[in-house]
């Protein structure tokens, strides 16, 4: 993985238009580098053909045909200043790397150590920041995707962690995916990752070069319910976005997943029927402690069958009455939406329509409902046609949903200062004024009418898209995994 950082960072083609490229680890495990156009979307890993090339296939998980191969240009002490796009037929472009502070660091609260990475703008500070969450799973810094370098390239220091328990972070961890463990802990979901998460919002707030009211957060899945939390726990976050994360109760998830990827993976009616059927047994099961020998019996008779694709979560793992009863009480049950009424930070929600692990609809419309209730005045929810759960379109996978990374940033220019000298070259300009100077009072409630203004949701129900063959195998055990994920 250190031998892939010299790439790293944000590149800029001229004017607005800035390219990233990620360190990214894939579900396999395999580290690569990742290639972003914030202009067009397109989002692809690189594969490498030379010790300083690296080629681009036709979507995300094809390799070939090849269609674009990036040259980087390497200065004396081997760090890339530049890098050169040679597309198939077409002609050479050069994009030079733009300045950054990437550093190591460690943040302590407690017995936990959470080891991470803090890319800063070179510019003089302070910077306004945001802090990016994990889906579920056991997920590190390289997680991420596209978005730890799209955040720095708007003029945002980007704080990223290894999760509690992973790569070079201390501790255990405790999320929607950790299913039936054999120590069942006293601690609650998901309140271990919201005490991680303020760890980082104080951490952020002592470094110098850092706007200490002006840090807010971004999550994918579990990570954006989780931003949610963390504002509804602290009035300091700036701002929240949660991309594609649950609003209700993670049981009611976990029955919609159930049912949308049998589906996906093209099961019959009466498979996918049935897939929910025993669904809700063992839940029912989990959250009354009744007719557990019943269920055995169900489930032998299922993976009996040669059907164990019917048993959704951890359903196949559980051992023990005691175990389904503490999955219930200290994970399924939880639900983010009564906190909501404690946020008055400006959210903005968005979502997939072709999401097969979030209710898009229903989550969009939950979350918007209750932070309203609870007088939130700055609530933007959206729903991108033919996306999925990583906003990236679908079925083609080729990368970001049309204008993802356009929405996200003329919604934070809206509401973030930004330093003069990464906002004005910006072609966006937010509510009629010039980005990189702070909106007065008229200029803010424009905006908050405004985004009172954008709840769209594109059709009245799911329909979930076809997927390629390794979204369709995706285990349904867990909530989300990484950028990744359909």
Same mark, same amino acid.
């Given at each position: 993985?250190?031998?892939?950082?010299?790439?790293?960072?944000?590149?800029?083609?001229?004017?607005?238009?800035?390219?990233?490229?990620?360190?990214?680890?894939?579900?396999?495990?395999?580290?690569?580098?990742?290639?972003?156009?914030?202009?067009?979307?397109?989002?692809?890993?690189?594969?490498?053909?030379?010790?300083?090339?690296?080629?681009?296939?036709?979507?995300?998980?094809?390799? $070939?045909?090849?269609?674009?191969?990036?040259?980087?240009?390497?200065?004396?002490?081997?760090?890339?200043?530049?890098?050169?796009?040679?597309?198939?037929?077409?002609?050479?472009?050069?994009?030079?790397?733009?300045?950054?502070?990437?550093?190591?660091?460690?943040?302590?609260?407690?017995?936990?150590?959470?080891?991470?990475?803090?890319?800063?703008?070179?510019?003089?500070?302070?910077?306004?920041?945001?802090?990016?969450?994990?889906? $579920?799973?056991?997920?590190?810094?390289?997680?991420?995707?596209?978005?730890?370098?799209?955040?720095? $390239?708007?003029?945002?220091?980007?704080?990223?962690?290894?999760?509690?328990?992973?790569?070079?972070?201390?501790?255990?961890?405790?999320?929607?995916?950790?299913?039936?463990?054999?120590?069942?802990?006293?601690?609650?979901?998901?309140?271990?990752?919201?005490?991680?998460?303020?760890?980082?919002?104080?951490?952020?707030?002592?470094?110098?070069?850092?706007?200490?009211?002006?840090?807010?957060?971004?999550?994918?899945?579990?990570?954006?319910?989780?931003?949610?939390?963390?504002?509804?726990?602290?009035?300091?976050?700036?701002?929240?976005?949660?991309?594609?994360?649950?609003?209700?109760?993670?049981?009611?998830?976990?029955?919609?997943?159930?049912?949308?990827?049998?589906?996906?993976?093209?099961?019959?009616?009466?498979?996918?029927?049935?897939?929910?059927?025993?669904?809700?047994?063992?839940?029912?099961?989990?959250?009354?402690?009744?007719?557990?020998?019943?269920?055995?019996?169900?489930?032998?008779?299922?993976?009996?069958?040669?059907?164990?694709?019917?048993?959704?979560?951890?359903?196949?793992?559980?051992?023990?009455?005691?175990?389904?009863?503490?999955?219930?009480?200290?994970?399924?049950?939880?639900?983010?939406?009564?906190?909501?009424?404690?946020?008055?930070?400006?959210?903005?929600?968005?979502?997939?329509?072709?999401?097969?692990?979030?209710?898009?609809?229903?989550?969009?419309?939950?979350?918007?409902?209750?932070?309203?209730?609870?007088?939130?005045?700055?609530?933007?929810?959206?729903?991108?046609? $033919?996306?999925?759960?990583?906003?990236?379109?679908?079925?083609?996978?080729?990368?970001?949903?049309?204008?993802?990374?356009?929405?996200?940033?003329?919604?934070?220019?809206?509401?973030?200062?930004?330093?003069?000298?990464?906002?004005?070259?910006?072609?966006?300009?937010?509510?009629?004024?010039?980005?990189?100077?702070?909106?007065?009072?008229?200029?803010?409630?424009?905006?908050?009418?405004?985004?009172?203004?954008?709840?769209?949701?594109?059709?009245?129900?799911?329909?979930?898209?076809?997927?390629?063959?390794?979204?369709?195998?995706?285990?349904?055990?867990?909530?989300?995994?990484?950028?990744?994920?359909?």
């Amino acid at each position: 993985m250190a031998a892939l950082r010299p790439y790293t960072g944000v590149y800029r083609l001229g004017g607005d238009h800035r390219l990233g490229i990620d360190r990214f680890i894939s579900d396999n495990g395999d580290s690569t580098l990742l290639f972003c156009d914030y202009a067009t979307g397109l989002v692809r890993p690189l594969f490498r053909i030379s010790p300083t090339e690296f080629a681009m296939g036709p979507s995300f998980a094809v390799r $070939s045909p090849v269609e674009l191969v990036v040259e980087f240009q390497m200065d004396g002490q081997g760090d890339a200043q530049g890098l050169t796009m040679r597309p198939t037929g077409g002609a050479a472009t050069f994009a030079a790397k733009q300045p950054s502070r990437d550093e190591e660091v460690v943040l302590r609260h407690g017995d936990i150590t959470l080891a991470g990475t803090l890319i800063a703008p070179a510019t003089p500070g302070p910077h306004p920041a945001i802090v990016l969450l994990h889906g $579920s799973g056991p997920l590190t810094r390289h997680s991420f995707g596209p978005w730890p370098r799209f955040f720095n $390239s708007l003029g945002l220091a980007v704080l990223v962690f290894d999760k509690r328990g992973t790569g070079a972070s201390t501790g255990v961890r405790l999320d929607a995916s950790t299913g039936a463990p054999a120590t069942l802990s006293p601690r609650y979901y998901p309140d271990d990752l919201a005490d991680d998460a303020l760890a980082a919002l104080r951490f952020l707030q002592g470094r110098p070069a850092i706007e200490r009211k002006q840090i807010g957060f971004w999550g994918s899945s579990e990570g954006g319910m989780l931003a949610t939390q963390v504002a509804a726990r602290s009035k300091d976050v700036a701002f929240a976005i949660d991309s594609s994360g649950f609003m209700g109760p993670l049981w009611e998830t976990l029955l919609y997943q159930a049912g949308a990827l049998a589906r996906g993976r093209g099961a019959p009616d009466v498979d996918v029927a049935e897939t929910m059927a025993f669904t809700r047994m063992w839940m029912e099961v989990a959250r009354t402690g009744k007719g557990y020998e019943q269920f055995l019996t169900r489930r032998q008779a299922i993976i009996a069958s040669g059907r164990s694709s019917l048993l959704s979560y951890e359903s196949g793992n559980f051992t023990s009455l005691e175990q389904m009863r503490w999955v219930w009480t200290h994970i399924l049950d939880f639900s983010p939406l009564p906190a909501l009424g404690r946020v008055k930070a400006p959210v903005l929600g968005v979502w997939g329509e072709a999401d097969p692990l979030t209710d898009a609809p229903k989550a969009a419309s939950a979350m918007r409902e209750a932070l309203s209730k609870g007088g939130n005045r700055d609530v933007t929810v959206k729903i991108f046609p $033919s996306a999925g759960h990583s906003l990236m379109e679908t079925p083609s996978r080729k990368g970001m949903a049309p204008g993802v990374f356009d929405y996200l940033r003329q919604w934070l220019f809206a509401r973030v200062r930004l330093s003069p000298v990464i906002a004005d070259d910006m072609t966006w300009r937010a509510s009629q004024t010039r980005p990189g100077r702070d909106l007065g009072r008229e200029d803010r409630r424009e905006a908050v009418r405004t985004s009172l203004t954008e709840f769209q949701v594109f059709g009245a129900a799911l329909r979930l898209k076809s997927f390629t063959t390794s979204d369709r195998t995706r285990t349904p055990a867990r909530i989300s995994r990484s950028f990744n994920d359909p």
